[in-house]
């Protein structure tokens, strides 16, 4: 086949050769497929970032986050008492987020064996302290002014000072007005939560049952401090409800992100009572977050609840069957040793 030539007194265009004009096309397909394949792969990868967002709120929650500044330093003086040759001592004031039976008592009784700490409690189960904003913001003066005594309180020279706040107590209530006081006065936030909510909700069963039954020769006990008393406590296995089983499961995860977004802006840590267990390394991680001095810190407090999950619930096979093919399929088996 003849080659064909068209030339234009303007512009020139020549019409190349059949054999060259097969090779622009083929470059020309080449470089219109890689342009859709970039494209197409840009798309995918958004989709999926944002089916990761979505599945994966549950998974944020593994990564501890913590503010890089120093805690603040503070000089209280108390009205109560004198500080002596304590005053000039700096105290860095603390509060542990959680949420009932998730190791909340035990984690408090670790810290508090630190010489220079002084955790004060469940200090708003007193509901007029939790009344309305005003009330909770002179109690929080109260406590990191030192003037409120308690079992724990050391008093002059108490190096880190707080307490253990539950979500329910009116921390979510008042979230804003709580999260301004702890920046404005620099207080350190350690969010302390369970991983496995399935065994978290046997724990709150069982305390709530034991509060009227009183197990132990006819006296209620949230924590124990020997085996024997343990191992009478964790006989009573309760009956969870499975048809709301998952609906409660996420309501709880619910309050949990909730927490964490609301107090986000505050120098804060994340810890896990699973992963305390396994590795006590994780209480080291606490006292530099706080500006302690390394301690080792232990606790006289038992375990209530041992092993599988299946010794501890009534109507275990209703529940395994219910979780399992759901994202908390996880929550059956043991998820910790101790």
């Known amino acids: 086949m003849a080659e064909e030539i068209c030339l234009f007194t303007k512009d020139s265009i020549i019409i190349k050769p059949p054999k060259k004009s097969q090779a622009s096309l083929r470059m020309l397909v080449l470089v ?3 342009a859709c394949g970039i494209y197409i792969c840009s798309v995918c990868l958004k989709q999926s970032k944002y089916h990761d967002i979505e599945v994966s709120q549950r998974q ?12 603040i330093w503070h000089y209280p003086k108390p009205t109560s008492f004198s500080r002596a ?3 000039s001592n700096p105290v860095r004031l603390f509060a542990i987020l959680s949420m ?5 008592g035990w984690f408090e009784t670790l810290l508090n064996n630190h010489t220079n700490v002084s955790s004060n409690g469940e200090i708003f189960s007193v509901k007029e302290r939790r009344s309305n904003a005003s009330s909770i913001m002179l109690t929080l003066d109260r406590v990191y ?4 005594f308690t079992s724990a309180s050391k008093n ?3 190096a880190a000072v707080g307490f253990k706040w539950m979500l329910n107590q009116g921390l979510m209530q008042y979230h804003k007005e709580i999260a301004d006081y702890f920046n ?7 969010f302390l939560f369970r991983r496995n909510l399935l065994r978290r909700m046997v724990s709150v069963l069982a305390n709530s049952y034991d509060r009227y039954a009183k197990l132990l020769n006819g006296t209620h006990k949230s924590h124990v401090h020997s085996h024997e008393e343990a191992e009478a406590l964790s006989k009573y296995k309760p009956e969870i409800n499975a048809v709301s089983l998952v609906k409660d499961l996420k309501v709880m995860e619910k309050m949990v992100l909730e927490a964490l977004e609301y107090f986000s802006s505050t ?4 810890l896990y009572y699973e992963d305390l267990i396994k590795n006590r390394t994780k209480l080291m991680d606490v006292e530099r977050f706080l500006g302690l001095p390394e301690m080792d810190l232990s606790s006289r407090q038992v375990k209530i609840h041992r092993g599988s999950l299946s010794e501890h619930i009534k109507n275990w096979d209703d529940i395994d069957k219910t979780l399992r093919g759901t994202v908390y399929e996880s929550f059956l088996s043991t998820d910790y040793s101790s």
């Open 145 to 148: 002014n030192l003037d409120l």
């Open 60 to 71: 944020c929650l593994d990564s501890a986050i913590s503010r890089p500044q120093a805690p």
């Open 32 to 34: 219109f497929a890689m």
């Open 156 to 158: 002059e020279c108490s």
């Open 85 to 87: 040759e304590c005053a």
């Open 267 to 270: 120098r804060h840590m994340i």
């Open 184 to 190: 404005d006065r620099g207080v350190s936030v350690i």
């Open 100 to 104: 009932q039976r998730s190791g909340s």
